[in-house]
């Protein structure tokens, strides 16, 4: 007696639907972050390395393991996604420095320092680059190269940096009350420099004293560099003494 099932024609398979490219499924949100992520961390390893006129959207695509329109799809134009790299761990590093230096001078109250201050204000993005892994070292040789960048380099660095160096300011100023504006920008100034440099571990410290000073000894960077503020500071914010 024959089936009815053995009747039935054989179909042919159903070909599996061709990947969308670009745009992620919304169902698939934790994937979709870890994808943006991921992007991320590429291309600041990269900029880190080449900077920003050195790299491309696709090597960006290519060092994640994505499609390039993904990149599009989720920062646009390469300056977008600089941009989106930049903010993403200087909200870290300024968060923690306001917090850190209103907390000190709340503690410390007429007893306050410069030392204080500096090592309140200059401590977590040493320790972030020296604990944070790889990522963190990239961020900082990435701020090293923004700093002295003459196109935009101000423009990136006023705009997610300033509001925490104006805090700072604002404190230093209780302490040295007859500095002029234009002495304690100069000597934020030349702290700036020294800053982004030491974090930047480029050797140049290892290779100048032989092998005595390790640039990558962030602990002892951030010591010298406390004492080496406090003194500028000191010194550049004194009266002017008349001839």
């Not at 670009?22 to 943006?36: I, L, S, V």
């Not at 790889?134 to 960048?149: F, S």
């Not at 290892?206 to 000894?217: T, V």
Request: hydrophobic letters at 45%; one cysteine or more.
């Amino acid at each position: 007696m024959t089936r009815d099932d053995d009747l039935a024609p054989t179909l042919p398979p159903v070909a599996p639907a061709p990947a969308r490219r670009g745009r992620p499924k919304k169902t698939k949100a934790a994937g979709a972050g870890e994808t943006r992520d991921a992007i991320l961390n590429a291309a600041e390893d990269l900029f880190s390395k080449h900077g920003f006129y050195g790299v491309t959207i696709r090597e960006v695509a290519r060092e994640a393991g994505v499609d390039t329109a993904l990149v599009h799809y989720y920062f646009g134009a390469k300056k977008a996604l600089f941009d989106a790299v930049f903010i993403r761990r200087a909200e870290v590093w300024n968060s923690e420095r306001v917090a850190a230096v209103d907390r000190y001078a709340e503690a410390a109250g007429e007893a306050m320092t410069l030392e204080g201050l500096f090592e309140a204000f200059l401590r977590p993005p040493f320790q972030w680059s020296l604990k944070g892994g790889p990522g963190w070292k990239h961020y900082a040789a990435l701020v090293a190269q923004t700093n002295a960048n003459p196109a935009f380099g101000g423009e990136t660095m006023a705009r997610y940096f300033d509001p925490a160096i104006v805090r700072l300011l604002e404190l230093v100023r209780r302490l040295l009350p007859q500095a002029r504006d234009e002495d304690l920008y100069w000597a934020w100034h030349n702290l700036s420099g020294a800053l982004t440099l030491t974090l930047g571990e480029t050797g140049r410290l290892d290779r100048l004293s032989g092998g005595l000073c390790k640039s990558g000894d962030l602990d002892s960077a951030c010591d010298y560099m406390v004492r080496f503020a406090a003194a500028g500071f000191r010194a550049v914010c004194a009266p002017k003494q008349s001839g």
